[in-house]
């Protein structure tokens, strides 16, 4: 059952929906966006009937009872539109995700809601410090999501979306409703893992879409805290590997192949894949060094700006000679007015 706040007019409200799937895309796109906006708590749904607790929470050895389920609803209010947020932490029972979607949806045609999203994962072979692509699957083919040029919409061309993500859009689309779902390329050794690479690109289309201004400093430290954490899995499997390597090499059954043997995981071997794991820029900071770059070379003002980025991203060693060069240029633009004034 859903429970209303309070009631008051909205303005084509958009709902945007999300529940568990892989890489916690949904997830964290909508928890960001509640955390950073702020909207207030609009309703409030009981989840009795569509989820009973199969564990409990265990913290230092302590076992705790988990606590109990009240998904909510959040509106956020623009000039434009109406936006309502609703995430939750686990998927009904299978049997039980037609009726809770019904529920939802009748709820969003009471406030005569324009459209819902929700997100999804695509198992990838992609690496986690790629920039994902995002590709789109909606309930007409006039929606357009973006009319910007440098964003070329990638049309899920076919497949499923599983569990809740994909049920309620089935549901909006038959009672009028325009579905949108978002899906997200997931690396595969990291499909249960929360992934703000992917959550990035998502939030950067959603935003303009909605026409929202967002600050995504914090996800860019998610982005680097997470990339650690797969550094640090990923050298402790290197250790693990070059070990058995080594027993390899030095058994009999080794001893077959040759001494030298080149392990290969999925076409990149591991001095391969170590490489790669390096921290790579987010396609953004590395647009706006390149424009302060651009500023600074017209003007050296911008100077101080640009070494605040680059000491910010921890680049200022990759870019150190470029960043020099700006003020010998300008020693030389000076010397060549002062020659021409003379």
């Known amino acids: 059952m859903i429970i209303s706040k309070s009631r008051v007019k909205l303005k084509s409200p958009i709902m945007i929906c999300s529940w568990p799937g892989l890489g916690m895309v949904g997830n964290y796109v909508v928890n960001y966006l509640i955390s950073t906006l702020k909207p207030s708590i609009f309703a409030h749904i009981e989840m009795e009937k569509y989820y009973v607790q ?29 936006i309502i947020f609703f995430v939750s932490d686990v998927q009904p029972f299978p ?36 920039i994902p692509h995002v590709y789109i699957a909606k309930t007409d083919p006039e929606i357009v999501i973006s009319t910007d040029e440098n964003y070329k919409e990638h049309i899920l061309k076919g ?27 997931i690396p595969v ?17 959603l935003t303009k879409f909605l026409s929202l201004e967002i600050n995504f400093d914090k996800v860019y430290k998610d982005i ?20 058995l390597i080594l027993q390899f090499e030095s058994s ?19 001095s391969e894949l170590e490489k790669k794991l390096k921290f790579s820029l987010p396609e953004s900071a590395k647009n706006k060094i390149e424009e302060l770059f651009n500023s600074a070379a017209k003007d050296i003002k911008y100077a101080k700006e640009l070494k605040q980025e680059l ?7 990759d870019y150190e000679d470029r ?19 003379s």
């Open 54 to 82: 199969h564990n409990v929470i265990v913290s230092d050895g302590i076992i705790f009872s988990p606590i109990p389920l009240d998904d909510k609803f959040y509106l956020y209010r623009t000039q434009q539109k109406d």
């Open 95 to 130: 049997h039980l995700m037609f009726s809770l979607s019904k529920e939802i949806v009748d709820f969003a045609v009471t406030l005569k809601t324009s459209m819902l999203i929700t997100f999804a994962g695509i198992p990838s072979n992609v690496l986690h410090t790629d």
């Open 159 to 185: 497949g499923s979306i599983e569990g809740m993500n994909g049920v309620i859009l089935g549901v909006a689309k038959e009672a009028g409703i325009a579905g949108v779902c978002f899906l997200t390329e």
């Open 189 to 205: 050794y990291a499909l249960d893992t929360e992934n703000p690479q992917a959550g990035l690109k998502v939030l950067s289309i």
């Open 224 to 243: 680097t805290k997470f990339d650690n954490m797969m550094k640090k899995l990923f050298a402790d499997l290197n250790q693990k590997a070059q070990k």
């Open 252 to 270: 009999n059954f080794g001893s077959g192949y040759g001494k030298k043997l080149d392990f290969n995981f999925g076409g990149i071997s591991l």
């Open 311 to 317: 000491d910010k991203w921890g680049v200022y060693k």
């Open 323 to 341: 960043f020099l060069s700006l003020f010998l240029k300008d020693t030389e633009n000076k010397e060549e007015k002062k020659d021409n004034s």
